[in-house]
Every structure is written in C-alpha cells, then in structure tokens.
C-alpha cells in the first residue's frame, strides 16, 4: 500500500464543474508535491509546498489552485477545467533538501468531458 | 541544459536477461539522480538512486552505473523477470533546486517469458 494516499482514484467532471483532488501522507514529510502526468510521458511538475507555503507554481493555469491545509495535507482544486487537462494527476511528498526521493501516490486519473 | 536524455524509449527482454537503459545530461550542477519505476495505473516509485561521488549504487538485481566525465549514468536489471514490466524513468536533481527534478522521457521495459 501506498503511504501518500490519493482521493478519488477515478473522476469525471463537465467543463462548468468545480471539483477537488485530495491528498494525505503520514511520513511526517514536509515537501508536498502535485505533478500532471500524461499518457507515455514523464510528469511534469505543477506545484510545490514546502513547510505549508507554496514555494513553486509551474506558471500552471489559474483554473488549478492549490492548497495545503495542514503538512499532511495538499488538495488541488479544480474550475472550468478544459478536455486538454485530462490526465492522472500524482501528488508526492518528500522530506525536503537534496537527496531525499518522492514517494508518489497512485494518482487521480481525470477525465474532463 | 536542463534536460535529461532517455534510450531506448522501448525494451523487450528475454525472462532471465539483463535489461540497460541508459541516460545523459548536459548540468553538471546535477548532484542526485534516481531512478523512478511506473506499472500502469499506480504512481511512480522510487527504486534506487545515485550520487556523482560513486560510480556504481547496487541494490539487489537493479544497479546503477555513474560516468561523471562522460554525464552519463544507466540502470542495469539483472536476472529481468516479467515483474520487472514497467516504465523506467532517470531523473537528475540539483543541491539548490531539490524540489525539481528534472525527468527523462521514461523507457517501457517489457520483459518476455
């Protein structure tokens, strides 16, 4: 099982919907990350958390906006959402500083119709 | 600069073979390079990674090997089974940009009974 647990695993939304993607991990990690990944292809990076405080936004569209409850906590929220943004999107965490790996969670596969 | 290389993007191998995907850079700021392993439909994992101060990392059946002159570095899998079916992907990080890891293109390894 993985230790960065991602909700919901599966989501379809209309172009006019508002929905979230959730995240929660418990290894006490303070980097937390959300990547957009399509198919045969690397992720790419969209936002980063660091110590709660966004340290990093990939210059991603405002129709995705981030945000970190609490260090377990990451959600990315989602408005009027294009059919070119379907993809499955993997939120990671890492401890931060150099050498510390991502643990990525299984993902959300979204589709937008 | 930033950019990692990727070959083969595709890999059959016979069960029992050895599986090598190879990978360059051009920033020798790189300081920390994993290795991420994808099976369909789950996030990637993080199998083992290496820094530019060794030249070779061992970990079971998986080793990398490090070419600092030539920025170059390789995943060997030994002993490949059909398990080891999964998108590989090499990454490269530096000390002052930890939080962004510069992915390569990913290589799909198929290993054949």
């Known amino acids: 099982d993985t230790e960065v647990t991602q909700t919901p695993k599966h989501l379809v939304m209309g172009m006019t919907n508002k929905k979230s993607l959730k995240c929660e991990q418990h290894m006490g990690h303070r980097a937390m990350y959300w990547y957009k990944q399509k198919a045969k292809k690397p992720p790419e990076l969209m936002f980063v958390?660091?110590?709660?405080?966004?340290?990093i936004n990939e210059s991603v569209p405002s129709r995705f906006s981030p945000e970190c409850p609490n260090s377990s906590l990451l959600n990315l929220h989602l408005h009027a959402l294009q059919p070119e943004d379907s993809a499955l999107y993997l939120c990671?965490?890492?401890?931060?500083?150099?050498?510390?790996?991502?643990?990525f969670g299984s993902g959300t596969r979204l589709t937008v119709v | 600069q930033q950019q990692v290389k990727q070959s083969p993007q595709s890999l059959i191998v016979q069960k029992g073979g050895i599986s090598i995907i190879n990978c360059a850079y051009e920033?020798?700021?790189?300081?920390?390079f994993p290795w991420y392993q994808q099976f369909p439909g789950k996030g990637p994992a993080l199998l083992i990674a290496?820094?530019?101060?060794?030249s070779e990392k061992k970990e079971g059946r998986f080793t990398i090997s490090f070419n600092k002159s030539a920025k170059q570095f390789s995943l060997h899998i030994m002993d490949s089974q059909p398990g080891d079916s999964a998108t590989y992907f090499c990454?490269?990080?530096?000390?002052?940009?930890?939080?962004?890891?510069?992915f390569g293109p990913g290589t799909s390894l198929s290993v054949i009974p």
């Open positions: 990671a965490s890492s401890q931060p500083g150099q050498g510390a790996g991502y643990t």
């Open positions: 290496i820094r530019p101060d060794v």
């Open positions: 958390y660091s110590y709660e405080k966004l340290s």
């Open positions: 990454a490269a990080s530096t000390e002052t940009s930890y939080d962004k890891v510069i």
């Open positions: 920033n020798t700021a790189f300081d920390y």
